[in-house]
């Protein structure tokens, strides 16, 4: 297991596009992080900077402590697992797991207990004499994975391994892949642009947008504390609602009620006055009808998404739309008027400006 340190790394290429801002991170031995943001946003480049594929234009790259900009990608002892899965297609699996070992010049006896291992963990034992060509695209996924684990370095890179995978097969590899790394414990940065994968496999999340650093923290941290509207916009699935209004006397009106939302400005109220905010609420926190210490709206239904285990109900809220996620059992009729409530507890305000969230526990443990 390796650690990593980022320091102010940037990429511009010759053609003058800064594609990577500032990036800093320090990523501890065993962590499983993860990059996510949508396309062009950086994230493969900066895993490709990792990797020694791509060089820095500045900032400081090192493993272990040890200034590692200079060095090859062999000689930063990473492994890396790509989209496509670029196996031998002459090669049986058994081959193309041993190979990079038989490069190496490690002994026979070793090579096939290591093979043996691996194809154990990853549910390879019965393939092994198969070509790549005779297996389905998991279980290439996983050849690939394998070939990669196998060899003992200090950290796993993954670019949007299962992005060439169907529904089902990217929810068994997705378990795969966390089991992997709960077994190796190894240092692990995985690429992806699909924030379920993001959620569900990382310790901590960096996500980037135009090549700048939007947040870094927990799925925990993500959803519930995000820094700004991009981040509260990005992570949940619907996304988030906004609602863009002016503050009046600490209110903003919505629908035709008055809002008051000065428990979320709290000293900042009279620096808001007058000015626009984004009311946020996301659409599983909402309750249907009147509930005590909730903003109560009135809306119309547009549309309504039976999903199974929820129904997403787009609305009309006077000049403002919003998606609510229901129980399948209370899907209300299309065309039809309802009330729901988003408790207090729930609503977020950004700045219209920086786009920022108004954190007025954060504003007070600085005036303290």
Do not use: W
Not at 207 to 232: D, H, R
Not at 235 to 256: A, D, H, L, Q
């Amino acid at each position: 297991m390796a650690y990593l340190t980022l320091k102010g790394i940037n990429k511009i290429y010759p053609n003058g596009y800064h594609a990577v801002h500032d990036f800093n991170l320090e990523i501890e031995k065993g962590e499983f992080i993860v990059f996510v943001g949508s396309s062009g946003c950086g994230k493969s480049t900066t895993l490709r900077m990792i990797a020694g594929l791509e060089d820095i234009s500045s900032g400081e790259f090192l493993i272990n402590g040890e200034y590692a900009n200079d060095k090859g990608p062999r000689e930063r002892e990473i492994a890396m697992v790509f989209q496509s899965y670029a196996l031998y297609p002459q090669m049986s699996v058994y081959d193309n797991l041993a190979f990079g070992l038989t490069l190496q010049g490690v002994d026979e006896d070793v090579i096939d207990q290591k093979v043996r291992h691996v194809a154990n963990i990853l549910g390879l034992t019965d393939y092994l004499e198969r070509m790549p060509r005779a297996l389905s695209g998991g279980q290439r996924q996983r050849v690939a994975v394998g070939r990669a684990i196998i060899r003992k370095v200090g950290v796993f890179l993954m670019d949007e391994p299962l992005s060439n995978l169907d529904a089902k097969q990217r929810v068994t590899m997705r378990a795969e892949i966390a089991q992997i790394h709960r077994q190796t414990g190894a240092t692990t940065i995985y690429v992806t642009h699909d924030q379920i994968e993001a959620m569900t496999l990382a310790d901590r999340i960096v996500i980037m947008k135009t090549g700048y650093v939007q947040q870094v923290g927990t799925p925990y941290e993500l959803y519930f504390k995000p820094a700004n509207l991009f981040v509260a916009g990005f992570i949940g699935e619907p996304p988030m609602n906004f609602i863009r209004r002016t503050v009046k006397n600490g209110c903003i009106e919505i629908g035709g009620k008055q809002l008051d939302i000065s428990y979320k400005l709290g000293q900042l109220k009279d620096s808001y006055e007058g000015k626009d905010v984004h009311f946020g609420f996301r659409p599983e926190a909402i309750v249907l009808g009147e509930q005590e210490n909730a903003f109560v709206l009135d809306a119309n239904v547009e549309l309504t998404e039976m999903l199974g285990d929820n129904t997403n109900v787009y609305v009309n809220i006077a000049d403002a739309n919003a998606i609510l996620k229901v129980n399948p059992h209370d899907t209300p009729a299309t065309d039809s008027d309802i009330v729901f409530s988003i408790p207090k507890e729930s609503v977020y305000l950004f700045d219209s400006e920086t786009e920022d969230v108004i954190d007025i526990e954060a504003v007070g443990a600085a005036v303290n």
